[in-house]
């Protein structure tokens, strides 16, 4: 019987221009590898920007103080190309950007007390009691900033709604790892796109810093990321037909949601007898949210192999195993086929 290997991937270390493909590198990042300076100069400080829409501010930062590092992240595609533009007409070589959530960013992608500041600008203040549960600025987040902030470091907070800011400092208080400090916020805070959209409409805007104070802090384990994709060996066949219907799989703290299943056409390189399914599925976490493919590829004469894909670059989390994990069960329920091994 001849077997496909499984996927193997290989983890870049370093990365050229502004965007950076996060989702390729072992974490934490080296960022004194992603900002590389020469001779005896020493890495400066590393700032991270959260929700850094058109690039603005960033920019503004980055410009004047060209021996320091700044890395921004989003969420929106939009917002993540005006800000790439922004950066590549400064030709800056000294910012980083990443289209990815704060929650997961900041635990898995720096090591701890390496940050000096972390800046969110007019975060979705989510006004309804109900949705308070969404914002950023809570307790728990506080916690982690402050496993990243070296001591003395700083979260810098501008918006333009008086409940969400009272809420911050609430949650700070509660973490009893900052200290709430009053202070001028730079000019160029208040020129961004959406501060100059609150001032035309005579809203008023404010500036808080949250000063760490270097107490202890609670550990967060890093992910560790395996370069064998998770994959399971089945024996049996793939039926000419089957139905398939949305199906939703609790999964190592999040869910793995199984869309559909489609036929791929034409024999694949490493396929013996050119069978092969695509499964798209979704993988919902905490932190992240990811759509992923999982294969189901003939082996042999009468053998199956499941694996997650690489394309898309799927961070490989727990719960992303999963998804390998709910096609196997899945296929389970079709005649004669039956596990081999699991390697997820």
Do not use: C
């Not at 850094?52 to 989003?74: K, M, N, Q």
């Not at 500036?207 to 967060?220: A, C, D, H, K």
């Amino acid at each position: 019987m001849l077997d496909v290997a499984p996927t193997t991937y290989a983890y870049l270390k370093t990365s050229s221009g502004p965007l950076l493909p996060w989702r390729r590198f072992r974490f934490p990042i080296g960022w004194d590898e992603q900002f590389p300076v020469s001779g005896p100069l020493r890495p400066g400080p590393l700032h991270l920007e959260v929700g850094f829409g058109d690039g603005r501010y960033t920019v503004r930062r980055a410009s004047s103080a060209p021996d320091e590092r700044f890395v921004g992240l989003e969420i929106s595609s939009v917002s993540l190309q005006r800000g790439l533009s922004n950066v590549r007409k400064r030709d800056l070589n000294n910012v980083k950007l990443l289209k990815v959530g704060a929650g997961f960013a900041v635990r898995h992608l720096f090591a701890p007390h390496t940050l000096t500041s972390i800046t969110v600008n007019f975060p979705d203040p989510w006004p309804k009691e109900r949705h308070e549960k969404n914002r950023l600025l809570q307790t728990a987040f506080f916690e982690l900033a402050a496993s990243r902030l070296v001591p003395g470091g700083a979260v810098l907070l501008a918006t333009d709604h008086p409940e969400y800011l009272a809420f911050a400092r609430g949650q700070a208080r509660v973490s009893e790892l900052f200290v709430l400090e009053e202070a001028e916020p730079p000019s160029a805070v208040f020129e961004t796109k959406y501060a100059l959209k609150w001032k035309t409409l005579g809203k008023p805007l404010f500036y808080q810093v949250f000063r760490y104070s270097g107490l202890p802090t609670p550990e967060y384990p890093g992910l560790e990321r395996d370069k064998t994709m998770p994959h399971a060996l089945l024996s049996g066949q793939l039926p000419p037909r089957v139905l398939f219907s949305k199906q939703v799989t609790p999964y190592a703290g999040g869910h793995v949601i199984l869309h559909e299943a489609l036929q791929s056409l034409g024999a694949d390189d490493g396929d013996s007898s050119g069978e092969k399914w695509l499964v798209r599925a979704t993988v919902e976490e905490p932190e992240l949210r990811q759509q992923v493919l999982v294969s189901v590829r003939a082996r042999g004469e009468r053998g199956l192999i499941v694996g997650l894909e690489p394309f898309g670059d799927p961070v490989v989390t727990p719960a992303t195993r999963g998804a390998v994990h709910a096609v196997t069960e899945w296929l389970l329920t079709l005649p004669a086929i039956e596990v081999e091994t699991r390697s997820y």
